[in-house]
C-alpha cells in the first residue's frame, strides 16, 4: 500500500525563523515522484517540487529547501527565513509506478507565519 | 486559457437535487484528476482518466457519483441527489505525461454547498 504521512497538523513560526515540513512515504515501488503542493488561503494549489526515486540530491529554491532521504522514507520542506506570504496548507504527495502512479496526497500541514 | 478552469466557482443546491461540475483541462495534458477537500481536511481522490484508458473511479465514494471526459478534453463532475454531506471544494487537476513524471495543475475549485 501507499501511503503519506504528514504528522505535523498545524505549525505555528514568528517571521524571519526557520520551519521544517516532514513527509513520510510508504511504497514498495523503486519507481516513485514525490511533490510539494502550497494551498495558500486563496484556496488554488500550486506546485512547487517535484523528485524522482532515483535522485537523491537535496534541492534549493530561493528560501525554499527539500530533503529527500530514502534511508528513512521521507521528503522534508524547509522554508528559510519565513514570511508571512509563506502561511499556507502544504500537501506532500507521493506518485508510484503501481496504481498507475495514481497520487495520494498527505492530509496537509497548516502553516503560520507570525509577523 | 493558460491554467486549468473550473466552472461555477460556487454553487448553492438544495439537498436531493442533481448538480454537475464542469473542468477544462490545460491543453494537451493527458491525465485528468478530480479531488474532493472537505472544510480543513486533506485532499481526497475521486477519480483520474489517463487518455483513451478505462478511468480509475476507485475514490468516487457513492454511486451517485460519476464523471466523464469528452473527447480527451473537458470533464464533467456529476453528483445525483445531493447531500449535505457532498459539501466540498470540488477540485480538478491535469498533467502531462513526460517520461513518466506527472505534475499536477490544479484549478480553482468549485465550492459546492448543499442545503
Known amino acids: 500500500a501507499q501511503k503519506v504521512t504528514q504528522a505535523q497538523t498545524e505549525i505555528s513560526v514568528v517571521e524571519k525563523e526557520d520551519v521544517t515540513l516532514d513527509c513520510v512515504y510508504e511504497t514498495r515501488d523503486t519507481t516513485y515522484y514525490l511533490f510539494w503542493y502550497k494551498q495558500p488561503p486563496s484556496g488554488e494549489l500550486v506546485f512547487l517540487i517535484r523528485?524522482?526515486?532515483?535522485?537523491?540530491q537535496n534541492e534549493i529554491s530561493g528560501r525554499y529547501s527539500w530533503n529527500f532521504q530514502k534511508s528513512t522514507s521521507s521528503f522534508n520542506f524547509t522554508i528559510t527565513a519565513s514570511q508571512v506570504v509563506d502561511s499556507a496548507v502544504y500537501f506532500c504527495?507521493?506518485?508510484?509506478?503501481?496504481?498507475?502512479?495514481?497520487?495520494?496526497f498527505g492530509a496537509g500541514t497548516r502553516l503560520f507565519v507570525k509577523a | 486559457g493558460a491554467g486549468v478552469s473550473q466552472s461555477p466557482s460556487n454553487k448553492v443546491t438544495e439537498k436531493g437535487k442533481d448538480v454537475e461540475l464542469r473542468c477544462d483541462p490545460i491543453s494537451g495534458h493527458t491525465a485528468l484528476y478530480w479531488y474532493r477537500q472537505s472544510l480543513g481536511q486533506g485532499l481526497e481522490f475521486l477519480i483520474y482518466f489517463q487518455g483513451n484508458s478505462a478511468p480509475d473511479k476507485s475514490g468516487l465514494p457513492s454511486d451517485r457519483f460519476s464523471a466523464e471526459r469528452t473527447g480527451g478534453s473537458v470533464s464533467t463532475l456529476t453528483i445525483q441527489r445531493t447531500q449535505q454531506e457532498d459539501s466540498a471544494v470540488y477540485l480538478c487537476a491535469s498533467s502531462q505525461v513526460i517520461e513518466g513524471q506527472k505534475t499536477q495543475y490544479f484549478g480553482p475549485g468549485t465550492r459546492l454547498l448543499v442545503l
Open positions: 523528485r524522482n526515486s532515483f535522485d537523491e
Open positions: 504527495a507521493l506518485s508510484a509506478y503501481t496504481g498507475g502512479f495514481k497520487t495520494i
